[in-house]
T-cell receptor, first 111, second 115 residues
Framework: KQEVTQIPAALSVPEGENLVLNCSFT??????LQWFRQDPGKGLTSLLL?????REQTSGRLNASLDKSSGRSTLYIAASQPGDSATYLC??????????FGQGTRLTINP | GAVVSQHPSRVICKSGTSVKIECRSL??????MFWYRQFPKQSLMLMAT?????????EQGVEKDKFLINHASLTLSTLTVTSAHPEDSSFYIC???????????FGQGTRLTVV
């Protein structure tokens, strides 16, 4: 059974810093990996989707990498801003596209 | 624009009553939709898979008679929490997978509070 782990559980950094969020999964036979953002009390916003054949994806200040063989993905956020404060979730599909989520990293960017 | 529309976004109900939550796929037809639940400070856990034209598939530990799922059309799935109790208070969110093992799109979520 697929298990997804995210570390750290919480992270607080000053504005402007670059930071890395980590995600690991136990079964490397994945089709893709998706990173989401969740604001308090809100739904999920898809940030980046990495297909199993890809090594990384970039969107603006966000860069996600995928190393299937080691069961790891990282989300790199450059030049962090207070508006980046949210919970970041990674997820991988299991079976027919149902997603298995990590516990999330609660990120706080301090002005 | 939104790909998935979920209503209501917030509902408060009395213990013992039933609540219906709707999930609509706006941009494409979906034979499958997923319902997740998120308790405070926890991650999302899959509750059930909604299948158009057939019975839903429930995850272990989820009571199918309590959480009724109806996939009435290729664009609409509903989750009804029957005889709600305070322990059912949670954040419920639906997901529609884009065809072909690609992205999953999520609704805005429903915050259910049972008093």
């Amino acid at each position: 059974k697929q298990e997804v782990t995210q570390i750290p559980a919480a992270l607080s950094v000053p504005e402007g810093e670059n930071l890395v969020l980590n995600c690991s999964f136990t079964d490397s036979a994945i089709y893709n990996l998706q990173w989401f953002r969740q604001d308090p009390g809100k739904g999920l916003t898809s940030l980046l989707l990495i297909q199993s054949s890809q090594r990384e994806q970039t969107s603006g200040r966000l860069n996600a990498s995928l190393d299937k063989s080691s069961g790891r993905s990282t989300l790199y956020i450059a030049a962090s801003q207070p508006g980046d404060s949210a919970t970041y979730l990674c997820a991988v599909p299991e079976g027919a596209q149902k997603l298995v989520f990590g516990q999330g990293t609660r990120l706080t960017i301090n002005p | 624009g939104a790909v998935v529309s979920q209503h209501p976004s917030r509902v408060i109900c009395k213990s013992g009553t039933s609540v219906k939550i709707e999930c609509r796929s706006l941009d494409f037809q979906a034979t499958t939709m997923f319902w997740y639940r998120q308790f405070p400070k926890q991650s999302l856990m899959l509750m059930a898979t909604s299948n158009e034209g057939s019975k839903a598939t429930y995850e272990q530990g989820v009571e199918k008679d309590k959480f009724l799922i109806n996939h009435a059309s290729l664009t609409l799935s509903t989750l009804t929490v029957t005889s709600a109790h305070p322990e059912d208070s949670s954040f419920y969110i639906c997901s529609v997978p884009f065809p072909g093992f690609s992205e999953a799109f999520f609704g805005q979520g429903t915050r259910l509070t049972v008093v």
